[in-house]
């Protein structure tokens, strides 16, 4: 199946501070990507909807202004976690949708782990 | 509103047996279903999809079945093997959603050897 990376893998950072996830699609391009938090033991929830060359679509109850999204180029998108808090400390997940494919399919990258102190 | 659910949190099958997991959804307008597998701090792993248009799709060991007038989905692996214990995701589509997939709670797969 297509890859998708992350980066950082986990980060930890003290509260105040912007911390700043990378997702990239390793082998196709991908018009849009979605960003997921999942707290433990539940499900994965989506952020926000990330489309090349325009504004994010976020989430009912998302704060648009706390988590900044940029989808620069076909294979990068970035989520941007400003004046993090304890509370934002979560796994946060990107996915990306493969052109070439099924437009259904979504790939997942690895996760980032955020530990805010 | 959860739309879609996945009621049993967990699930234990002995190896070589076959492993069902179900998935129910409320929304009519979900034309695509996905099954994801996940493990602890790892994205979650694609399996196997399925169109609202189809009542079954197989690939390998995995099959999926649909069945539109119950609003109900599921998974099934056989034979199960240890290498299959992970937390499993049923996931669907609404086709005016701009593609965005709305998730179940997931159910955890223990296969024991």
């Known amino acids: 199946g297509a890859v998708v990376s992350q980066h950082p893998s986990w980060v930890i950072c003290k509260s105040g501070t912007s911390v700043k996830i990378e997702c990239r699609s390793l082998d196709f391009q991908a018009t849009t990507m979605f960003w997921y938090r999942q707290f433990p033991k539940q499900s994965l929830m989506l952020m926000a909807t990330s489309n090349e060359g325009s504004k994010a679509t976020y989430e009912q109850g998302v704060e648009k202004d706390k988590f900044l999204i940029n989808h620069a180029s076909l294979t990068l998108s970035t989520l941007t976690v400003t004046s993090a808090h304890p509370e934002d400390s979560s796994f946060y997940i990107c996915?990306?949708?493969?052109?070439?494919?099924?437009?259904?399919?979504?790939?997942f990258g690895p996760g980032t782990r955020l530990l805010v102190l | 509103d959860q739309q879609v659910k996945q009621n049993s949190p967990s699930l234990s099958v002995q190896e070589g047996r076959i492993s069902i997991l179900n998935c129910d959804y409320t929304n009519s307008m979900f034309d695509y279903f996905l099954w994801y597998k996940k493990y602890p701090a790892e994205g979650p792993t694609f399996l196997i999809s399925i169109s609202s248009i189809k009542d079954k799709n197989e690939d390998g060991r995995f099959t999926v079945f649909l069945n539109k007038s119950a609003k109900h989905l599921s998974l099934h692996i056989v034979p199960s093997q240890p290498g299959d214990s992970a937390v499993y995701f049923c996931?669907?589509?609404?086709?005016?959603?701009?593609?965005?997939?709305?998730f179940g709670q997931g159910t955890e797969l223990s296969v024991k050897p």
């Open positions: 996915s990306a949708r493969d052109q070439r494919l099924a437009r259904e399919t979504q790939y």
């Open positions: 996931a669907a589509r609404s086709y005016n959603q701009g593609g965005k997939l709305i």
